[in-house]
């Protein structure tokens, strides 16, 4: 089976510029969840959505972050205009996201290394 | 607000030297404890998820335990590509939320 697929693998831009991540969830799952993480912060959570609608983005960091689900496969996250301090790895996760017990376990994707010079 | 603290930060063990890395929580009410495995530029690994106190589970060389307070991940017999980070994370029994609060991971090293 398809584990989550994110794309690009590395990303590298320069400041002021966009920077769109993508991602396509695990078949069948509910919840898609977007990660960063850092040396300095660890893995945060920025935004999730269950049924393709955004639940909790309280974690995304400013207004340059949005991210959009139009269907059931896939995601983006995007970044406009990107600066030195986006420079992290970014994470794409789901889950089956229902009630039942083991729902809740996330699957990850490889994740996107942006670096913003 | 929803805590998880590991430790130690980083541990260093030879080849056959069993140790467990720690995982302190604090959480309203506990829905599940889930463990995952990081190597370097992968992404976190589902292990484990223990969901009440006193419930065990075991993946070859690993054993995750589970108490009120804390769970510990056992590591009997380590060999190199045991080698990763460990991140343990807690999922509230809030009945809105799906996310899951990680801590900042144990970075685990196996001398051969």
């Known amino acids: 089976d398809a584990g989550v697929i994110q794309s690009p693998r590395h990303e590298v831009t320069e400041m002021g510029q966009e920077v769109t991540l993508r991602c396509k969830p695990i078949?069948?799952?509910?919840?898609l969840f977007w990660y960063r993480q850092t040396m300095m912060r660890g893995l945060e959570l920025l935004i999730y959505?269950?049924?393709?609608?955004?639940?909790?983005d309280s974690g995304m960091p400013e207004d340059r972050f949005s991210a959009k689900m139009p269907n059931a496969s896939f995601s983006t996250l995007k970044i406009q205009p990107s600066e030195p301090r986006d420079s992290a790895v970014y994470f794409c996760a789901s889950s089956l996201g229902t009630r039942d017990r083991g729902a809740d376990t996330q699957y990850f994707g490889p994740g996107t290394r942006l670096t913003v010079l | 607000e929803d805590q998880v603290t590991q430790s130690p930060e980083a541990l260093r063990l030879q080849e056959g030297e069993s140790s467990s890395l720690n995982c302190s929580y604090t959480v309203s009410g506990l829905r599940g404890l889930f463990w995952y495995r990081q190597d370097p530029g992968k992404g976190p690994e589902f292990l484990f998820t223990?969901?009440?106190a006193g419930e065990e589970k075991e993946k070859e060389r690993l054993k995750a335990t589970l108490t009120k307070k804390e769970s510990f991940l056992h590591i009997t017999a380590p060999k190199p590509e045991d080698s990763a980070t460990y991140l343990c994370a807690v999922s509230p029994s809030d009945g809105s939320a799906r996310q899951l609060t990680f801590g900042s991971g144990t970075q685990l090293t196996v001398l051969p």
């Open positions: 078949s069948g799952h509910n919840s």
């Open positions: 959505f269950n049924n393709n609608v955004p639940i909790d």
């Open positions: 223990l969901y009440s």
